[in-house]
């Protein structure tokens, strides 16, 4: 309407200008005379009565509407003129007042006014509220977006109450007043519930309007990421799920509430609250707690060793719960008060959040046992949970499969993790069970593992506060874990039965996923479940080996660190099993006695008469061994013997052991120098006087001795060599025949020797001799002159570079070749070497049997082979597959096997 | 092994198992071309022994299976042995009884296994024809060796057959 049209109109109101005057005002229908009535009479007014209101009405309807056009909102400040008063009296109150009745074929003014404030909207708003929302919202502009939003839309739903507050409510209010005047009850209570009915009603329909207007599921998402970026600020989150960046500087929390409230509150008052803005902030609470967790709750307290969940719920209480009313408040919910039981069920959500989370990480937990203590206590809490054990089980059963069980972990790894379960899943269920079951892989994989009991044992025999500890956490095959374990005092359970314990006020029941035959074992410590890893049997068999080996290398003559190990096993495994290994312990403990007998004999009776050659007379250097070491059988006894240094003579210690309960031991034959071989002569006759007549079998490879070295220049002491290294060099010295070669090409030249000629010396083989040269290369001892010629260094000062290098290569190599050589031959060895005998037992069987599966061909094998057959069916089965690869035998499938037909 | 020898020769109490593991350990450290034995169970005392009979004879390419019972006076008296497969021979009766002289009343305590089993297998190719169990046996050796071949590959089971017949 251009502005001449509205002066116009001002002075001359022209109703069709506006779509609200649906009649022309000048002509008022005044309606028909009806047949049979007197024409034109002015009180002919029953029969047109319906027409003459409907004509006033129709006059007041336009007058009404076009006042209330918001269209012409201009002139809307203007105060009602009369004419206008009347009007919206004679439809609000009066006669024109629509029927809510049967017949509503006329319009309502409320009815109109809503729908002109609807067409209002759509027309000039909606347009302006699309083009907000069509753009792509960005996260740090949405707050401002629903600011802006909510601002234009209370302007608006100003612009709409306002007339209807001042037009048409007072006349309603008039209204329902003449309806209830006769009313009994409370006149005033009656009329207000009236009027504000009408009220509501209105913005009822004005707030459907907004609502519809806006797109619902951005809306909602908007203001549940705004609720979850308050809250994040509330709460000073980092780590928000979002990816915001959370400033340095904290932002102040008030000023954040604040504008967190009026929008809410504002939001509501436009219509933007209810379900729809509940249904957001369930959202926002959602991620609320996610984050929470995630943020705060997830660090573990390495150092105060702490758990988490305490706090948690705390928050949940005093952080989260206000937060949640304070909203629903702004939000007007229904019931803005938090129930307990809703309280408690969010703390349980939180704790089963936060126990997944750990869950995930329960594996790096158990690794850095025990400053992981706290999350495990959170674990324990969590445990406490419906379905929490079954979760915790089948996610740490996958994780120790995809990290733990495969080829690339060590041994020694998987056992130091085992035992780090075991004590973290003790703490997280004291009954055990838990343990069982996410155990039961570990253990059984372990059981595949060939060198886990060797580990097992030698980490219990290792001596923790030994100074050279650190050497041994970075070899790779003792178990640093295991050892300590095994220094820690023993635990003996006082109590003999937990569950007849009346006065135990502790006492639980087992958890119901126990099965029924479940029994916690008594005994608790790591070790226990190291040890029953096994049958007993092979694990005493795996003991007697590394034990024998052990007590052979032992330093301590007391013994102790083994008595104790034994006694253990003894509590574990039952002492009957194990005769072999106290008598493997009672022989060197014997030795000592024996040897002390024996020397002190000696000494009374033959002083200085054992050694027929003095070290002065023979020469330039002399191998003077100290301690070297033989063993010797008799009927049941071999005999290591010592060598202790008293003066220049050498002297012999022996260890004597009973050889049937010993492991098969090394026992390469060669020969040894003539002192010792007096020497260990004279030991054995005193030793048959002592223990009437029983033989000593020398096992001189198991020896170990202590020899001084003399050179031209210089002299040098070596401790600890093995007999082999010993006769070798002894070897070096000047045979009496041939020392006037010696002295004739002068004192600096020394002896050499090749490889055959030692080997034909000392009846030694040939890997025997060459090893000892290395090692003596290695000492810059000898060296190599020629191929498979050694030389002695006499003098240093003639040592070369070379000779340096040399030396240092073959230290390198003698020491890995120190590595590989053990006093008990190893499992491998022994099948090696007996193999043919195995192949012709397996073909005889097989013959005179006929057909056999492995498991009887194994316990056949274990029964009739002298000496036992210490292996088990997968050594068999390697057996028979070489046999069948040269077509002595052949598979019958199933794990039965006959002699292949020519 | 010094251990187990001075142990028999101090007791004298060794027990027949003893004795027969040893014996075990030997044959299986030297096997013997041709011959096997291996006991039944773990108590040793009954064993099955295998031979093949020997080259150029009638008996060349088969394989007999024998049951050997030893009892408690073992080495100091014989074991018995019987032909578990059907044999055709002058010195061996229907049921598999052998007449040898060294299972009888030449038996020394210095023969063992091994060498019972070598002179079975030699007997075999040279039978005792003056003192026969099977007397048309030992009548068919030299008079018509083509029968005799006959007989005794009509006579002859496989161990397969032996088995299937529920030996």
Known sequence: MDHATHVFASVFPVPSLSHTTPTPVATP???????????????????????????????????ATRFLSLHESHGRSLRRSREVDGALHYLLVGEGKSQDGEAREEEGLVEWYTNEARIHFAGSVRPGLRELWEKEIKLRDAWDLLE?????????????????????????????????IRASRDVQAVEAELVEGAKAKFARDIHAAFAHSLPRKRFSKTLSYILYDAGCRLFRFYNRHDGVETPSTPEPTRAVRERMTNLLSSLERVGLGGDNAQKAFAHAMNKL????????????????????????????????VPLV????????????EVQPMQLKAWQEMGLVRLGRARVEELFNFVIYWDRSLGAILDLKEYLKLNGAKEHLRASFSRQVSSRLLHPGATTTYILNVYISIIRAFHRLEPKGVLLQSVA?????????????????????????????????????????????EMSKPFAHSEAADDEFNWNDMDWQPLPHDASPEYKKSKVEDVIYFLLTLWDREDFINELKNILGDHLLRCQDLEYQKEIRLLELIKIRLGEDKLQACEVMLRDVLESRRINDTIRTAAMASTPHNQNPHTPEGRGARTPQPHRPTTSAPSHHILSTPRHKPTSNEPTLNAQILSSFFWPILRD??????AQIESLQKAYESRFERIKGMRKLRWMNALGDSTITLEFEDRKEEFAGLTMWQVSVVYAFQPQPSEEWVGKGKGKSQGVTRNVEQLEEMLDMDEGLVRQALAFWVGKSVLRLTSPDTYTVIERLSSATTADDNAAAAASELAEVQAAQTTTVKSQADLLNERKDVYMSFVIGMLTNQGNLGVQRILMMMRMMVQGGFPFGPEEVRGLLGEMESTEKVVSLGGDVWGIKKM | MALSTGTRANGGAATVAQRLQKELMDIMTHPTPGITAFPDDENMTRWTATIDGPANTPYASLVFKLSMEFGATYPYA?????????IYHPNVDMSGRICLDILKDKWSAVFNIGTVLLSLQSLLGEPNNASPLNGQAAELWDKDPAEYQRLVLARHKTPEELDAGGL
Not at chain 1, 31 to 41: E, L
Not at chain 1, 292 to 303: A, T
Not at chain 1, 459 to 484: C, M, P, Q, R
């Open chain 1, 29 to 63: 229908d005044l309606g028909y005379t009806a047949p049979d009535v007197s024409f034109g009479s002015p009180f002919t007014q029953n029969a047109g009565g319906a027409q003459q209101r409907a004509a006033k009405r129709l006059v007041a309807w336009s007058t």
């Open chain 1, 148 to 180: 802006k939003m909510q601002r234009m839309l209370e302007q608006i739903q100003a612009l709409y109450i306002q007339p209807f507050n001042d037009h048409i409510l007072p006349f309603l209010h008039e209204d329902a007043s003449s309806i209830t």
């Open chain 1, 289 to 320: 707690l996610d984050t929470f967790i995630s943020s705060h709750y997830l660090k573990v307290d390495w150092y105060s060793k702490k758990p988490v969940v305490p706090d948690l719920k705390s928050w949940i209480e005093n952080g989260f």
């Open chain 1, 325 to 336: 009313e304070l909203v629903m408040e702004c939000l007007r919910c229904n019931d803005g």
């Open chain 1, 440 to 484: 039961r892989p570990i253990r059984r994989y372990l059981k595949e593992r060939e060198d886990t009991a060797r580990i097992i044992i030698s980490s219990l025999l290792i001596d923790v506060d030994d100074e050279n500890s650190g050497k041994f956490t970075s070899s790779g095959d003792l178990s640093y874990e295991i050892a300590s």
């Open chain 1, 668 to 673: 390469d034959e060669f020969r040894v120098p």
């Open chain 2, 78 to 86: 014989p074991p018995t042995v019987l032909f578990k497969t059907p």
